[in-house]
C-alpha cells in the first residue's frame, strides 16, 4: 500500500509524542521526533518530566488504545514487572467521605512508574520502520508558508522539512504560544487555577508485600485538602504520591511523607512503615489546568496538529493525561488509516482531527474540572451549568454506592470507557433521571 505522506515531524517523545508516532508510522514514509531533553536507554527518570516521579496511573481507556496502536504493548508492561489490577477489587478508592465498596468491574488495569511506561513506549515505536527519535533537538517554531505548516526550526537556526508536524510538547506548550506570536494561529487559551501540589517516594516493598495488585487512591472531597495515592510498581516498589490543594505545601521529607499518609488509612501506613525509601522525595506543583481551543481557532495552519498535554492538561489527580493522549493518537490512526484505504490523501485531516481530539480532551476537563471547582481553593467563576453537574454528580456517586450495576458504570466513565451522555440516553437513564429528580426536590 502507499503511503499518504513523506515525512512526519513530531516534536516531544513524551507519551503524546510517542503515541502519535504509532499512529503516524503506518502512513509515512518517515518519522522523526524531535526532543530537547536527554532521552534515557531504560525507564530513568528525565528533566525536562518532572511529573514522571510521581504517581502515573494509565486508565483502561488509554491502555486499550496502546494496545490498538503498538498490539502487545500491554503483555510488555506486564513483563516489565507491572501489576494488573483488578479495578474495583484491588484498586481501594475513599471517595469523598467512604471507601467505595468492592466490586469486579470487569477490567484490569497495570501499574507501573511513568518512567517505565514511556521507555517501553519509546522502544516499541523507536523499532517502527522509518522512525528516528533526535533527542538534545529544541524546537524554536514550527514553520509555516502559505497558511501551510511545512516543518521546524531547530534552536540552532537549521530547518527540517516535513508533508505533516505534530506539536506534542507538553503542558506549557511553548510552540502553540510562538504559533500564536508569529501570526499562524489564533486561538483561546482557557485556564483554571486548581493550585494542586503534589510530593511522591518510592519505597522497596517489604516482604509480606511482594507480589501483592492492591493500590490505594485518597480523595477525600472538601473540606479536606489532602489526597494520595499508593501504587504497587515494577521492581517490587510502592510509588506513593501525596497532594494538597491551595496554599498547602506537600511533605518535604521521606518521614514527612510517611507521617502525611498516616492520616490516609492504616492499611496505607502499614505498607510503607518500615518499608525502605528507594528515591529521594520530589514535588511538582501544577497551578493550572489549560486547554488551548485549536478546535475552535479563527486561524490553524494546515498541515499540524497538537497532541496530549499541549491541547489540553488536566488536574492529575484524576489520571486522564496519558489516557487522553493515547485516544487521540488512536483516533488519529484510525482517520490516518481510512484515508489511506480510500486514497484521501491528507487534505482535510487538520479540520477531522481538531474536533475528534477537542471532544477526547474535553470528557477528561468537564470531568475534572467539575470535580475541581468543588473545592474552594479552586479558583474563578464556577461555570453556568455547575450546580446541576454537580447534582448529577452527586447522584451517581449516591446511586453507585447502592446499586452494583451504577458502580460498574461510574467505574467505567473514570476509565474513560464511557461518555457520560450515556447517563441521558442509556439502559441506565431512567433510574438515574428518577434519583436525580428526587434529590433536586427533597
Ligand atoms: C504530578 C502529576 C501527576 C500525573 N499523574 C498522571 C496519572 O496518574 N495518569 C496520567 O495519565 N497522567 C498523569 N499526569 C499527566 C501526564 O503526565 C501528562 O498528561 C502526560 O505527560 C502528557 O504527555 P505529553 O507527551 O503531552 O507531554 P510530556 O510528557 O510533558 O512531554 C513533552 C515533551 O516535549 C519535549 N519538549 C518540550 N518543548 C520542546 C521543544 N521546544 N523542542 C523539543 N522538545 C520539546 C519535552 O522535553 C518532553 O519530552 C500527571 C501529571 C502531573 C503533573
Redesign the pocket.
Known sequence: MTKLGGTAIV?????????AVAALARQFASVIV????T?PDGAAP???????A??????KA?ELSLERLLPGITGEFIAAGAREMLVGRDVKVFDFGGWMEDCDAGFTVTSLS?PAY?SILRRRVAALPGVSIRHE????RFVVEGGTCVGAEL?DGTTIGADFCVD?????G??MRQLAEDGHAAFETEDVKIN?A?A?AKFRQKPEHRGQSTGFFFLPGPPGKQFG?LLPIEDDQWIL?V?ARGGDSPPKTIEQLRDYAKAFDKRVHDCIDGAEATSEIRT?R?ATATRRKAWEAKTWPQGLIP?????S??N??????????ACEADALAGMLDKRAETDAGLDGLVAEYLPAAGDIAARAWSLSINSDYVYPETEGERPANFVMSRAMANTLRKLAAEDLEFRMFRLRLVHMMENANALRDGPLAVRFFTALQGSITS
Not at 516534536?11 to 503515541?19: K, P
Not at 528525565?46 to 514522571?52: E, I
Not at 533537538?137 to 524554536?140: C, D, F, I, N, Q
Open positions: 516534536v516531544g517523545a513524551g507519551m503524546g509524542g510517542l503515541s524531535l526532543d530537547r531533553d532521552l528525565r528533566t525536562a518530566v518532572g511529573q514522571g510521581h504517581t502515573h496511573q494509565l486508565l488509554g511513568r514511556e533537538t529544541s524546537v524554536k534552536d506534542a510538547t507538553g503542558m506549557t511553548p510552540l494542586v503534589y511522591s495515592f504520591s497532594g511538582f501544577k497532541i496530549g498535554d499541549a491541547l492538561s488536566v492529575p489527580t484524576y489520571g486522564q493525561g496519558m489516557t487522553v493522549a
